[in-house]
């Protein structure tokens, strides 16, 4: 099972990213995908989550900012991040749930400069 994580960067307050993690080895179109992230110093969180039909969930302080979406087709999800705040900076991973199995990608770097 590998998740490729990728899109992280350095990015201007008020700025935009788009992460993709790709995945493999898995049925991707029945498994529930999420983002999480964890800055320096603190616990982990999940920061938005699609499940296999697509309905979403968000942290809140990212709502109306973020926008979680999958490709069944490219077993690919998503995550757009649109004004983003320095608080935002964090490694941002990929997870996918099988229910019983749960997988981990690599985390890709968001930092977001003031």
């Known amino acids: 099972v590998q998740l490729q994580a990728s899109g992280g960067g350095l990015v201007q307050a008020g700025g935009s990213l788009r992460l993709s993690c790709a995945a493999s080895?898995?049925?991707?179109?029945?498994?529930?995908m999420a983002w999480y992230r964890q800055a320096p110093g603190k616990q982990r969180e999940l920061v938005a989550g699609?499940?296999?039909?697509?309905?979403?969930n968000y942290l809140d302080s990212v709502k109306g900012r973020f926008t979680i979406s999958r490709d069944n087709a490219k077993n690919t999800v998503y995550l757009q991040m649109n004004s983003l705040r320095p608080e935002d900076t964090a490694v941002y991973s990929c997870?996918?749930?099988?229910?019983?199995?749960?997988?981990w990608g690599q985390g890709t770097l968001v930092t977001v400069s003031s």
């Open positions: 997870n996918a749930n099988m229910g019983l199995r749960s997988y």
């Open positions: 080895g898995i049925t991707f179109s029945i498994s529930a």
């Open positions: 699609i499940s296999s039909r697509g309905i979403t």
